[in-house]
């Protein structure tokens, strides 16, 4: 099953926590620890779990795994990190999204219909195509796999477990 990790924890050259995300194929959560650790760009000391998305499915397919990549023309999932600012609070505020569209430009208009309204001057940080980070030797080098169908709603578990 997909997982998707915020990660958390310090890098020599940063004042406070950074952050980061991490895509696994696993079973359980913490079948993923050992990739997790591997993978953090900074010190292993104090390297913790925020939290996780369980992924059965996104907007009305299933997400599989496969050998084969998909074609050109499947549908893609896509990892948004939408930033904005929120009055009155230091630093920007974020919300992480899955959702399945054709390619990029698609996904980046579903993402700004999707932002929260009571953010000033809110962007898009970020798109990652899970396909591309999927298809690495990390995850067994399967490929995401969109299949329509009914799926299980997305499981958000936010907690604070170190694996450093």
Known sequence: M???FMLGGRHARA???VHD???ANVDRPEDA???LR???FGNAKG???DGWLAVDGVDGHQVRFGDVAPGPAAPRLFFINLGGYVPRALGEAHDYLLLVAGDLADARQKAKGLR???WIMP???AVLDVDDCIAIDQVGGRYVQLEPGAHAEITLVSDYIVIG
């Open 47 to 49: 390297l913790h779990v």
């Open 21 to 23: 995300v991490a895509f």
């Open 38 to 40: 591997r993978e953090w």
């Open 123 to 125: 962007h898009t940080d």
């Open 33 to 35: 620890y050992p990739q």
């Open 2 to 4: 997909l997982h998707v």
């Open 116 to 118: 929260d309204a009571s």
């Open 15 to 17: 004042r406070i926590e």
